[in-house]
């Protein structure tokens, strides 16, 4: 795919945003959303990663710290044919990385198609 400017790309996330499904985010709490270029460690198949502890294993004390979403926007652009492709991974990564809030596991998110 093309080179994309930050605003390129930031304009498609808001498109993604719009594109997740109906109640998908009813429930997230504390949880922030950061773009980040590539992943620390290098890696380039890793698309998004959820970093925290997911809901049903919280303690009731409400002091946590925020859980993380990250998406990794070199990695992304690498991966997606196009415009339309791009977002529809952005929709893909960012449900696969919610369910991880809700506690929903890898092997669990590929059965049900969003992996």
Not at 5 to 22: G, K, N, Q, R, T
Request: no cysteine; charged share 30%.
């Amino acid at each position: 795919m093309e080179y994309l400017s930050e605003e390129e790309f930031e304009a498609i996330l808001d498109e993604a945003l719009d594109d997740l499904p109906a109640g998908v985010t009813d429930e997230l709490d504390n949880v922030a959303l950061f773009v980040e270029d590539r992943p620390e460690d290098g890696n380039p198949h890793l698309l998004g990663l959820y970093e925290g502890t997911p809901v049903g294993e919280r303690g009731i004390s409400g002091l946590e710290l925020p859980d993380n979403i990250f998406l990794y926007r070199d990695n992304l652009i690498a991966f997606a044919d196009d415009r339309d492709h791009l977002r529809s991974e952005m929709v893909v990564t960012i449900v696969h990385e919610i369910a991880h809030f809700y506690g929903i596991d890898d092997e669990r998110l590929h059965e049900i198609g969003w992996g």
